[in-house]
C-alpha cells in the first residue's frame, strides 16, 4: 500500500537549476495536486489535474510547469530555481468527484535554492 | 476570496483537557470541510470531514459546524502527548466548481503537556 509516492526527499539547487519533482499515486484517483508549504503557512496549491489529460493552475503557479504523465503520474518542474522556491513540497491524489473529495498526501520534497 | 482563518496558536493544554482548535471561512456557499493533523517533519492526515450543520464524533475527535456563522471547530477530548502536532482547517469553497479544491488555513499548533 504505497499511496502517494514522492520522488526525491531532499533536494538542494543552485539559483538557475531546473529539476522535476515526481509524483505517482497507485489508488486509481483521478485527481492530483501539487502543494508549497512554507514555514508558518498552510498549504498553498501550485497546479492541480482534476483528471488524466487536463492541468490547471493554482494559487501560486509562477515559476512552475506540470505534466499529467498518465492516471498514475503528475509531475512538478522549476525550470529556472529561484531561491524563492525553498519550501516543503507536496502532492496529493483524491478521487476527484462527490462532495468529499478527501486528499490524500505524500511524504514531501524538501527543498533548498541556494 | 477564499480565506480559511485560523488562529496560530501555539495552544498548550494540559493531559486529559479538552482542546479546542477553531476555523472560521470566507464563502457562506462552502459545502464540504476538513481536519487534518501533521506532525512536524510529516505530511498531513485527514482526521476528521464534515458536510452538515452540527457534531460529527469519531472516538476522542469531535468536529463542530455552524455554516451561518461560517465557523468550524475541531474539539479533542482526552488530550494526549501524541496529539501535540499541527492541525490544519480545510475547505472546498463553492466557487472551486468541478476542481473541487481545498483552501487550506495556516494550521493551529498544539501541544500537550503531561
Known amino acids: 500500500n504505497a499511496g502517494v509516492t514522492q520522488t526525491p526527499k531532499f533536494q538542494v539547487l543552485k539559483t538557475g537549476q531546473s529539476m522535476t519533482l515526481q509524483c505517482a499515486q497507485d489508488m486509481n484517483h483521478n485527481s492530483m495536486y501539487w502543494y508549497r508549504q512554507d514555514p508558518g503557512m498552510g498549504l498553498r496549491l501550485i497546479y492541480y489535474s482534476a483528471s488524466e489529460g487536463t492541468t490547471d493552475k493554482g494559487e501560486v503557479p509562477n515559476g512552475y510547469n506540470v505534466s499529467r504523465l498518465n492516471k498514475r503520474e503528475f509531475s512538478l518542474r522549476l525550470e529556472s530555481a529561484a531561491p524563492s522556491q525553498t519550501s516543503v513540497y507536496f502532492c496529493?491524489?483524491?478521487?476527484?468527484?462527490?462532495?468529499?473529495?478527501?486528499?490524500?498526501f505524500g511524504a514531501g520534497t524538501r527543498l533548498s535554492v541556494l | 476570496q477564499k480565506e480559511v482563518e485560523q488562529n496560530s496558536g501555539p495552544l498548550s493544554v494540559p493531559e486529559g483537557a479538552i482542546a479546542s482548535l477553531n476555523c472560521t471561512y470566507s464563502d457562506r456557499g462552502s459545502q464540504s470541510f476538513f481536519w487534518y493533523r501533521q506532525y512536524s517533519g510529516k505530511s498531513p492526515e485527514l482526521i476528521m470531514s464534515i458536510y452538515s450543520n452540527g457534531d460529527k464524533e469519531d472516538g476522542r475527535f469531535t468536529a463542530q459546524l455552524n455554516k451561518a456563522s461560517q465557523y468550524v471547530s475541531l474539539l479533542i477530548r482526552d488530550s494526549q502527548p501524541s496529539d501535540s502536532a499541527t492541525y490544519l482547517c480545510a475547505v472546498i469553497f463553492l466557487s472551486s466548481g468541478s476542481a473541487r479544491q481545498l483552501t487550506f488555513g495556516s494550521g493551529t499548533q498544539l501541544t500537550v503537556l503531561p
Open positions: 496529493a491524489s483524491s478521487e476527484g468527484s462527490g462532495r468529499g473529495n478527501i486528499q490524500y
